[in-house]
């Protein structure tokens, strides 16, 4: 019999970088030299350069140096609001409801829908485990606070800690624990020019539903509403029926109501 790609087990990476650093921030020097320490190219056949310079910490591909690489922006997000970007009426706000004020988003990442949440007006603690992700947000934190004014109105409620809760990270009870693993693709191959989810895929590669399975159960210790669970539309539904389901044009938030307490 077939087997599916999330039967397969999980595959994750320890890629070889490629770290340049071009800027005199001691912040840079101290990054770098941890990642070259973690991901030592000593083959000289990274596939991914870290790139430090006056821009900030950026990734690119080490066969298209010249091509613009990816960096952390939170300034860059869309701030429109009503049926915007930072609508509430969206799937995930939605998902994680209207009442809510506390988010811990164990799966990070880069951020995108933590600092998004947590410019809706929730307070987001958000947890990711990959130092080489970690390094691009931490540069991305301190360049939104460069300006002032949006970080007053937009990052004070945000908080990001290296760490994974099932390797020591103890994070308190939030009402709502967000969960966004890697899902495996849908093909081994895609077509697709890189793209971000491609790109955390090829730092850390994909989690298998065992580890899922583990990082719900460490949820469901710490969240005293529910647990949203995103998942692509083209994954079946995770392992119990979902209290609800907010669905979106690519992806679905599975929700989870936790059991009242006692
Ligand atoms: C699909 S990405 C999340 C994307 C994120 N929602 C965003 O908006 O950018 C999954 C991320 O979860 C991280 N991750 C997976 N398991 C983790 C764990 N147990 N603890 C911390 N981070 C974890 C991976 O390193 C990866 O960066």
Request: aromatic share 8%.
């Amino acid at each position: 019999m077939c087997k599916t790609t999330n039967e397969l087990g999980s595959v994750h990476h320890n890629p070889p970088l490629e770290v340049i650093v071009h800027s005199e921030l001691d912040a840079h020097h101290i990054a770098a030299a941890e990642l070259s320490g973690l991901y030592p190219n000593k083959f000289g056949d990274a596939k991914i350069a870290v790139y430090f310079n006056k821009e900030g910490v950026e990734l690119r591909s080490t066969q298209k140096p010249k091509q613009k690489g990816f960096r952390v922006n939170f300034l860059e997000i869309d701030r429109r609001t009503g049926a915007g970007n930072l609508s509430r009426k969206q799937p995930l706000p939605k998902a994680i409801g209207q009442s809510t004020e506390s988010v811990l988003d164990l799966t990070a990442g880069f951020c995108s829908d933590a600092f998004r949440l947590s410019m809706m007006g929730y307070k987001v603690t958000a947890l990711e485990r990959s130092p080489i992700i970690a390094a691009l947000v931490e540069d991305g934190i301190r360049r939104a606070k460069e300006d002032r004014k949006f970080w007053k109105e937009f990052g004070a409620r945000f908080n990001f800690i290296r760490g994974d809760v099932l390797n020591g990270n103890n994070p308190e009870p939030h009402e709502v624990v967000y969960l966004d693993p890697m899902f495996p693709p849908k093909r081994k191959k895609s077509a697709l020019p890189p793209g971000r989810i491609q790109l955390i895929q090829s730092l850390v590669g994909f989690d298998n539903h065992k580890e899922t399975l583990e990082l719900f159960n460490h949820a469901s210790k710490i969240a005293i509403k529910k647990i949203v669970l995103k998942r692509p539309t083209y994954a079946q539904e995770f392992n119990k029926k979902p209290t609800h389901v907010f669905k979106g044009k690519l992806v679905r938030y599975e929700v989870y109501l936790q059991p009242p307490a006692t």
